[in-house]
């Protein structure tokens, strides 16, 4: 008998025991595709797969580029390799929502298999109609909500609660019973702020959604609300052929501007140096983070402009520090009376204003809140440069340049 190699005599070898293989998100899907076999609705298909490919969407890393078309590639190359009604249903549900760089492939492998496989009772249901849009808008601009109503064998509405403040978001998406849009005004409490509810075309809502979808696409983070998350896929599936151009940004003409803060100054009585640089930086950060409209203010651009911009990227003296407040109060009063705004909206707005002066201050002085183009300027400050003689900035910034350059390279 061989001699034993390391094994303990009378001992027995045990097993090595191995962690179970993580499953692919293609097979958690295919696993829970037998579902659809069960279901005879193809908007509760659509909405399932929506939610596997929003989860493959939000859950991507920044490096990883077309998480929902690996999905869509591994759950194919699956469904080829192991056919089986639940597996078609799979690719039948991805079909009809998936990217549209994805739908050849997708339907393609769908006539393949149907060859063998049954296909479920949903899949003659052709696409959605939309037969009517409504956008609810409020007073600042500053929020909408978008309804489309569909038709067909299972009527519903698609709901889109959009953002526009810092930026267009969708934070909701959602489908709601038929006619929802109807009880819209009964839904509003007498003391929010008014959102009319208006009739709009079709074609113009869904081209709002789908412009509104790609900025949201862009943003990072990405969003996890669950409601947007399920239901974005669906989304595109219903308004990507509506995306519109992207919009040019035209800012306020320079004579424009001019006459806006010369009408101020009247407004307010006051023609010193102070109120004007200061009025000169509101219409700054309007017109140029204000999408709506560069006098288009309200509480939520307030918050950003006292938390955010300001203590980012401004140069305040003593004198303008001390006048913001008073200023700034006066300034959204101007700008939103110039928009037709009622009195008692434009109390909300200034009130925001004391509500975020105490976090604009300890903001403001932290140097580590500060950008790049504030930290150079209070650099070139503080030498005594004339910022106003572009060679002595130039001069300034080289030799600023050098400094940090010997600091950097100490040992």
Known sequence: ??????????????????????????????RDARQLLEIDDALTAETWASGWLGEAWSTAAVTEHEPEHQLCMQVTGRACTTPSPHSLAAIDALARVAPASDTAMLTDTLHIMAETQPLPTWHTIEAWTPTAAWRAVDVYDSERVLFIDYDGPHPHTLMANIYQVGGLMIDKLALLNPGAATAWDQLREPNEVPMPLQSVPVAEVLADLAHALRITDMTWPRTTDEDFC????????????????????????????????????????????????????????????????????????????????????????????????????????????????DRQWISLVVDAVDTFLPEFHDA???????????????????????????????????????????HRLRP
């Open 1 to 30: 008998m061989p001699k034993s190699r390391g094994r303990r005599k009378g001992g027995k070898s045990r097993p090595v025991r191995r962690p179970p293989r993580q499953l692919h998100p293609a097979d958690l899907l295919l």
């Open 230 to 341: 399920d239901h974005r896929a669906l989304a595109w599936s219903r308004c990507r052929d509506y995306l519109p151009e992207w919009p040019e940004h035209t800012g306020l003409p320079e004579q424009r501007r001019r006459q806006l803060v010369e009408d101020f100054l009247t407004d307010i009585g006051s023609d010193d140096d102070v109120s004007r640089s200061l009025a000169e930086l509101f219409l700054d950060y309007g017109d140029g983070y204000i999408g709506a409209g560069a006098l288009r203010w309200s509480p939520g651009e307030v918050m950003l402009l006292l938390t955010d911009w300001l203590p980012r990227k401004a140069v305040l003296d003593v004198d303008q520090r001390n006048a913001l407040p008073f200023v700034l109060r006066r300034w959204l009063t101007f700008a939103l009376t110039q928009q037709g705004i």
């Open 364 to 406: 403001f002085d932290d140097e580590t809140a500060w950008g790049p183009g504030k930290q150079v300027v209070a650099a070139l400050s503080e030498r005594g440069v004339d910022l106003t003689d572009r060679h002595a900035v130039d001069d300034a910034i080289r030799q600023l340049n050098a400094e940090q350059l010997a």
